[in-house]
């Protein structure tokens, strides 16, 4: 199976950025959409963005629409969160996971491999 591993997370300033990267470990992920999803203390895990198989398609949470950049390049098995305009709300453990379709999903419960998380914390 699969398997995911996000990189990229830090501590970064209110109005900084950050790149997360996710890296598959087969090719078979480029046959399907991936998502970003984040995990604040206490809190649910909450849709962030997705990506359709291609990369042509892409679907953003509310929160972070205008500011996060999802991306995919499928020749290096990669995904990339580009966040922008940092806000301490942002501050979650954020992970990568690939879905069972190749379209994109705002449900968490249409993803069937998930990657490890990384820390994401900004500072007001």
């Known amino acids: 199976q699969v398997q995911l591993e996000e990189s990229g997370g830090g501590l970064a300033q209110t109005g900084g950025s950050l790149r997360l990267s996710c890296l598959a470990s087969?090719?078979?992920?480029?046959?399907?959409?991936m998502g970003w999803f984040r995990q604040a203390p206490g809190k649910e895990r909450e849709f962030v963005a997705a990506?359709?198989?291609?990369?042509?398609?892409?679907l953003y949470a509310d929160s972070v629409r205008g500011r996060f950049t999802i991306s995919r390049d499928n020749a290096k098995y990669t995904m990339y969160l580009q966040m922008n305009s940092l806000q301490p709300e942002d501050t979650a453990v954020y992970y990568c996971?690939?879905?069972?379709?190749?379209?994109?999903?705002?449900?968490?419960?249409?993803?069937?491999?998930w990657g490890q998380g990384t820390q994401v914390t900004v500072s007001s």
């Open positions: 990506i359709n198989w291609i990369g042509g398609d892409t």
């Open positions: 087969a090719r078979t992920s480029s046959y399907y959409g």
């Open positions: 996971a690939q879905a069972g379709t190749t379209g994109l999903t705002r449900t968490l419960n249409w993803y069937r491999v």
